[in-house]
């Protein structure tokens, strides 16, 4: 599966931006997802992950309340919706797909988009 991750861009503190990753294939459906990033100088991290069908989400505790991961079989795309965003979200933020939920490591990554938040 290919992924392409977009919506990434500049934004104050406190405001919102919604994050896409349209994954190519017909099975995107047997994939569970994930949104991870990494900050300048920093190791990437863990940021949420949704499972084959969307009835389960998990988040990283930095996020949780603030973020959320949803995602359209019909569109082949996952969605990160990150409201209250705060300095210490920029990142370089990249989509992953795994055949299994939780995945222990993701087999396929997509690009990356840049989001910086103000302050």
């Known amino acids: 599966v290919q992924l392409q991750a977009s919506g990434g861009g500049l934004v104050q503190a406190g405001g919102s931006l919604r994050l896409s990753c349209a994954a190519s294939?017909?099975?995107?459906?047997?994939?569970?997802m994930g949104w991870f990033r990494q900050a300048p100088g920093k190791e990437r991290e863990f940021v949420a992950a949704i499972s084959w069908s969307g009835s389960s989400t998990y988040y990283a505790d930095s996020v949780k309340g603030r973020f959320t991961i949803s995602r359209d079989n019909a569109k082949n795309t996952v969605y990160l919706q990150m409201n209250s965003l705060k300095p210490e979200d920029t990142a370089v933020y990249y989509c992953?797909?795994?055949?299994?939920?939780?995945?222990?490591?993701?087999?396929?990554w997509g690009q990356g988009t840049q989001v910086t938040v103000s302050s």
């Open positions: 992953a797909a795994d055949p299994h939920y939780p995945a222990p490591a993701y087999d396929y």
């Open positions: 294939g017909r099975t995107f459906s047997s994939y569970a």
